[in-house]
């Protein structure tokens, strides 16, 4: 079914207050979650909500805490998420990187001790909105095994690179397996084989069969060995720029998983062209895209699409979760 | 065969030298060169020297040229490569990326107008050994198809992590496409199929068959969509970032493959820890991963053992390429 985004917004703004959180920070952090939906995202939108409250109820998601710098070195900074919300902490470190990257060029916030952002890409689309270039990256839970082994002991590792760009920003927002857990779990469901490889089964067989990769839990990297070696960079930099945990730190279970690192970079492409116009390259590297024979999109193309259409009819919403949620019940 | 380090070292100077290369200038890109082969990369090392002597004689790669800082904004800076030899407008970029990361805690350069930077991997070792985090990409002529099509309009755009780390650097080094056109061509000439599929033939099914994929020339993008989109985003940045030219604009011919934009950011992790170890993350992070059941290598730790070898018995060269070099037959 599909609900009003202003109706959406509400509901989760009000079981927010009810957990405790302050009224402004409310109104963001449900701006997070109904954003995700409406720009069809909902695994990181309103299915996630339910685990979220019931994380601030167990106090892994501290309701209350605000993220703190702890360290200054130039364009540099460091900040404790001190167990706050995750898209609020990951919404004020972008906020600071791309103050830094307005005053030197390029400006990077390290995040550590934080939660779960949700969706990456609304980081992403905050940079992009501010007319900077955005990069973002966090560690998750153990969840990909490394190339060469069959057991998970490293993160999928979402990367997000956003432009700014008039006609609708190229937002590119990445995990390192080729499927989410999320995206398993739906195929499983329906009964859907994937439509690529996207991991191995007991036998260690590459497969498109999305159950037999949730049992023997080997999602497969990006690229094999690439992305593998990707996920491992990006765990790395992130805890070490931000002293904080890296993926084998983290509790393994969804329910606990709490001390992420993040890395927020923006980099402002009006620092150095007060003369010229960044957004020609863009328009003319999409308008080649474009003419290729084929179906292409650029990254984000199809947000833009989603999100018209949920403004139009409304946000599309699993219906148990949205009565779920509407009930108050986690 | 096998040539000891400092013989292939002064063949290469020898020849940069009487291409009109300036003594200092002439050191320094010999060794960059040398040490891809020393490192295992002969295509980027040895066998690609040829054609860059190549490019030198008729134009293409200017030999006089040095690069010049044409924008500055605190720690985000422009740099014009003047067509000069790729390696050297690489190498000098990184540095001056490195100097500005230790001044902000984080630098990041922007190279238009530049040519092929040989080997990657060079800059992000580079930047380890001056104890600070690098990153760096490059956009480059267009060589693979973006996810929907079939024609070639994305660059395979390597982009390059390192991170400073006592026993041997964490240096990621990776095309976005799965197989590199040198590694597809190796197969094929060996008559072996991949390990992992590589691409699509002409037909449209996805193949191990390497000398299928050079015919079709649908290299397969890393995790299909998600590399396809990574390397568009890659290629904005640098051509957005440098006031350079996009994939489209490069000229497709390897020989006359020019103009090509750069990034390079380096990030300073002493700069936020003076009193503690930033090291301790990488190595606990790298411990947990060797840990795993199976055969898991870091990122360079191979690079490493390759180096070790070619520095005791000699540098792995392919006969007929260095007989060639040796006689300055281009």
Redesign the interface.
Known sequence: MRVPFDELLEVLHDALRASGMEEERARLCARLFAEASRDGVASHGLNRFPRFVRMIARGVVDVRARPECV????????WDGRRGPGNLNAHESMARAIALGR??????V?LANTNHWMRGGSYGWQAADAGV?GLCWTNTLANL???????P??GNNP?V?A?PRGAGH?V?D?AMS?YSVGALTAHADRGQPLP?AGGYDEEGALTHDARAILESRRLLP???W??S??A??L???A???A?GR????IAPDPEEETGLSQVF?A???L???SN?N?GR??E??IA??RA????????GERTLATRAESLRLGVLVNESVWSQVKAGEW
């Open positions: 360290g200054r070195a130039g364009a540099l900074e460091r005053e030197y060029g390029v400006g990077c390290a270039i095994p490394p190339w060469g082994a069959a057991a002991r490293l990367l690179i432009m190229v590119l990445m080729q690529v990006i690229g094999f690439k992305g070696g990707l491992l960079m765990d790395l930099l805890a070490m720029l002293d890296a993926t084998h730190e970079i980099i402002d492409p620092a150095l062209s010229d960044p390259v863009v003319a590297v080649h895209l290729a024979e084929g179906d292409v999109r650029y990254p």
